[in-house]
Every structure is written in C-alpha cells, then in structure tokens.
C-alpha cells in the first residue's frame, strides 16, 4: 500500500492566492482527516470525514478554508484568499473501522509545507 | 477541555540508555491513545496505539503504557539509539471512527553517541 498521499509536498506563494492542497487516503479507508501544525500551536484538527460526509470543521480557522471530499479516495483542502499565517505544514490522515489493524488507527501523509509571503 | 500534556519538551540521553516519555491527558474517557514518531520535516509515523480496554502494547524496543484513572500514558524505550532521536507525540482519540485526534506537543529526544 501506498499509505497516505498528499499534494504537493512543497507551496509557496503569494498572499491573496488560492491554495489548494490535495489528499488520497489509504484505500479501504473510511475516515480522513485534515491537521495542522505550527510551531506555536502544535498539530490541530481542522476537519474530518466519515464516508466522505464531514462530520466536524470546528477548527476550520474561518471561511477562508475550506474543504471538499467528492469521493472516498480524494479530498482538497482551499485557501482562498491566502494569508501570512496561514503558513504551516498540512497533513492528511485516514483510518479504518474495520480490519486490518487496530481500529480507528490514524495513518498520516508526508504533509504540504505551505509558505505564503 | 481536552488537553494533551507532554513531560518532557526535550531530553537528551546518551546512547544506551533506557528512557521514559510521559504523556498526560485531562478526560479519561479515550477511546484510544496512539504514539507517533516525527523525524525532522517528516510526517507522523504510527508507532503504537493502545485501545481503551489495554493496559500496555509492545513494540520492539518500545513499550507504551495506559492508565485511565490517572490520564496517563508512558512511552519506554529500552537500550536507545542515536536512530531514535526524534520528537515523540502522544495522541488521545476520544470519538473512534467519529473521532480526531488530540496531540501534545511532544518530546523532542535525542540520543548521543
């Protein structure tokens, strides 16, 4: 397996631009989630899915992010407009209910360092 | 509020060393805690998860703990290497499949030749 994918690895760009940031969960996975991390806040829930329906965008920072999971092997994170603070590395996980594996344990992706300027 | 804690923020230990992370959690009512590892700019590498009803899960050289009562959690590493350093983050997932992930902010670990 493949394990998580993410896309792309690598994004700088300018403040004001639409960002969009691209997942591919482990196939057979019905929970996918979107983290965070910053050196001040550490790694943070922004959404997640269950069965592609999302289920909790508590921590979506405001309605400038947003995020789409049109099928169960690929969901977008967007930016848009982008901003200094958004700058973090986003990560993507997914887990199972089922077997194999211990339940619900969440594999991550390589996460998207994203720099706005 | 959930919150992770994680004692210590950094340890430095010579090569050979057994150690101890903490991990400390304020509702007791998890679903399941898991270890991860992070390298430098890498992603989270799944190490151990330890469901509500176990007590410890073994690993290797790693060995993680759970205790519910106390909202406690350890991570032992036995004879440790300079490949282990790493930070070392403790999750508690409260909700299952329904559920995230709350982390602490980790134990950064190095180990000296």
């Known amino acids: 397996d493949a394990g998580v994918i993410q896309s792309p690895r690598h994004e700088v760009t300018e403040m004001g631009q639409e960002v969009t940031l691209r997942c591919k969960p482990i196939?057979?996975?019905?929970?996918l989630f979107w983290y965070r991390q910053t050196m001040m806040r550490g790694l943070e829930l922004l959404i997640y899915?269950?069965?592609?329906?999302?289920?909790?965008d508590s921590g979506m920072p405001e309605d400038r992010f947003s995020a789409k999971m049109p099928n169960a092997s690929f969901s977008t994170l967007k930016i848009q407009p982008s901003e200094p603070r958004d700058s973090a590395v986003y990560f993507c996980?997914?887990?199972?209910?089922?077997?194999?594996?211990?339940?619900?344990?969440?594999?991550f992706g390589p996460g998207t360092r994203l720099t706005v300027t | 509020k959930q919150e992770v804690t994680q004692i210590p923020a950094a340890l430095s230990v010579p090569e050979g060393e057994n150690l101890v992370l903490n991990c400390s959690f304020t509702d007791s009512a998890i679903y399941n805690l898991q270890w991860f590892r992070q390298d430098p700019g890498k992603g989270l590498t799944s190490l151990l998860l330890?469901?509500?009803?176990?007590r410890e899960q073994t690993s290797g050289r790693l060995n993680a703990s759970l205790d519910k009562s106390s909202g406690r959690s350890t991570l032992y590493i036995a004879a440790s290497q300079p490949g282990d350093s790493a930070t070392y983050l403790c999750?508690?997932?409260?909700?299952?499949?329904?559920?995230?992930?709350?982390f602490g902010k980790g134990t950064k670990l190095s180990v000296k030749p």
């Open positions: 996980a997914s887990s199972s209910n089922g077997p194999p594996g211990p339940l619900y344990e969440q594999y």
């Open positions: 999750a508690v997932n409260y909700g299952g499949s329904q559920g995230n992930l709350i």
């Open positions: 899915f269950n069965n592609n329906v999302p289920i909790d």
């Open positions: 330890i469901q509500s009803s176990q």
């Open positions: 196939s057979g996975h019905n929970s």
